[in-house]
Nanobody, 121 residues
Framework: QVQLVESGGGLVQAGGSLRLSCAASGRLSSINVMGWYRQAPGKQRELVATVSSGGSTNYADSVKGRFTISRDNAKNTVYLQMNSLKSEDTAVYLC???????????????WGQGTQVTVSS
């Protein structure tokens, strides 16, 4: 089992910045992918960004150039730096981690409880 605890959400004005953190504990495999997703009211959960244990990153088109995902492997923590926030970024942001058995074979997926980000216009 892996436990994830997110922090850093809150209320910010449009154009502002926030930094989310997600600390993982438990049985984290040496090869894994950590990521951030978000879910706005009445909408489906969507990918924001992911980062592998090797450092490869992937971003949703809607956040490219504004958000930066990073990780500290020594602390098993993933970060999401969000700049130039827009009202449409308002959502619950959820952290997840996917353990990988190999580079291509996925194992269990774990989710955090989420943190609210509200951007006022």
């Amino acid at each position: 089992q892996v436990q994830l605890v997110e922090s850093g959400g809150g209320l910010v004005q449009a154009g502002g910045s926030l930094r989310l953190s997600c600390a993982a504990s438990g049985r984290l495999s040496s090869i894994n992918v950590m990521g951030w997703y978000r879910q706005a009211p009445g909408k489906q959960r969507e990918l924001v960004a992911t980062v592998s244990s090797g450092g490869s990153t992937n971003y949703a088109d809607s956040v490219k150039g504004r958000f930066t995902i990073s990780r500290d492997n020594a602390k098993n923590t993933v970060y999401l730096q969000m700049n130039s926030l827009k009202s449409e970024d308002t959502a619950v942001y959820l952290c997840n981690v996917k353990n990988m058995w190999t580079d291509t074979v996925a194992g269990p997926l774990y989710w955090g409880q989420g943190t609210q980000v509200t951007v006022s216009s």
